[in-house]
């Protein structure tokens, strides 16, 4: 089987140690974490880890099981690029003089569609979201002029196809 890209959603919740414990069924499985994002969900008191791998089907299949035995877990699944949508938002945070006297700068900026987020004497702040490929070709054109600092965040997704969890948690409660 060939490795892919995989977004996990799990529904939990929201118990001290359950990351660590999530984090420690990849961790036996030597499978790196590439992105990860919690926060609450669309159900109350019902929060949501998505996180992404790069691995095949069938570990993917097998790390979703694992997770789902965890007793905080209330429903675990997975799903491939193509069957979510999602985007990553990124900071980026560049020397001021760059933006009056590099007219490049103001040009990455308006074909990035990206933002500025804040402007002061000694620096300004750009924020990005979209995918992971467009805010990596925004580092890469930024990057000879200096950033200062980077930072991205998580993924977030929501699925194309309808997500049952609100059906399996009425049911769970009845």
């Known amino acids: 089987m060939k490795k892919q890209w995989f977004t996990i959603s799990v529904y939990s919740e929201n118990n001290v140690g359950l990351l660590n414990r999530i984090s420690g069924i990849f961790l036996k499985r030597h499978i790196n974490i590439e992105s990860l994002n919690v926060s609450k969900s ?10 992404v791998v790069n691995t095949t089907e069938d570990w993917t299949r097998k790390i979703v099981g694992q997770i789902e035995k965890q007793i905080e877990v209330i429903k675990a699944f997975y799903h491939t690029d193509d069957e979510t949508i999602y985007q990553e938002s990124a900071l980026f945070k560049i020397k001021s003089a760059l933006l009056f006297d590099e007219r490049q700068i103001q040009n990455i900026i308006k074909e990035s569609n990206s933002q500025i987020v804040t402007v002061s004497r000694d620096f300004f702040v750009l924020a990005k979201t979209g995918r992971r490929h ?27 196809e309808a997500m049952p969890i609100t059906e399996i948690l009425e049911q769970a409660i009845k």
């Not at 467009?134 to 194309?160: N, W």
């Open 134 to 160: 467009e805010i990596d070709e925004m580092h890469d054109a930024l990057e000879p002029y200096g950033i200062l600092q980077f930072v991205r965040s998580g993924r977030i997704a929501v699925t194309k």
């Open 42 to 51: 669309e159900i109350e008191n019902v929060s949501k880890f998505t996180i």
